[in-house]
């Protein structure tokens, strides 16, 4: 029989492990440095209208609990809307993002397994820190170690595209 060689953890409220990645701010609650690679979690504060670019993890299933607003999702093309108390998962290689959609700050837990987007964000935040336009040069080399695609826009600038008429 195995036995797990990860010890027992807690992160009380507003602990953990603070990283600003491209505009969000996250709280990193359970690294993957403290499961051995197994998974992570971590906490995210994200502005109205902001969200992510599209996205893939070949290798990572990515979990979603809303605490707080209003947030859009696609997941392979398909939209959800999500509020306070619903989970939405992005099964790994699924093309995936979301868009906080309410007028408030909204947040979120989201649980990653294997673990190492954590890791990612770190490294993302090493090349454009707070305040730094992010410079693609910089960034490239970080999704290719990390095996993260960028495959679009954000939600909020594809809509503006669509709506304007724009390609």
Avoid: W
């Amino acid at each position: 029989m195995e036995t797990s060689s990860t010890a027992a953890l807690m992160t009380a409220n507003g602990e953990g492990r603070p990283v600003h990645v491209l505009g969000s701010e996250l709280m990193i609650r359970v690294s993957s440095r403290d499961t051995h690679g197994a998974f992570a979690v971590f906490e995210s504060c994200i502005a109205p209208l902001e969200g992510p670019p599209l996205h893939r993890h070949p290798n990572q299933d990515e979990s979603f609990y809303i605490l707080e607003g209003e947030f859009r999702f696609e997941v392979d093309g398909q939209e959800f809307h999500a509020s306070a108390g619903a989970s939405v998962v992005a099964p790994r290689g699924s093309s995936h993002t979301f868009q906080n959609v309410g007028q408030e700050r909204g947040r979120m837990i989201t649980t990653v397994v294997p673990g190492g987007l954590d890791l990612f964000f770190e490294d993302v935040e090493a090349v454009s820190p707070r305040g730094v336009a992010p410079d693609l040069a910089r960034l490239l080399p970080v999704l290719k170690k990390h095996g993260q695609e960028m495959l679009g826009p954000p939600l909020r600038v594809r809509d503006a595209g669509v709506a304007s008429g724009a390609d």
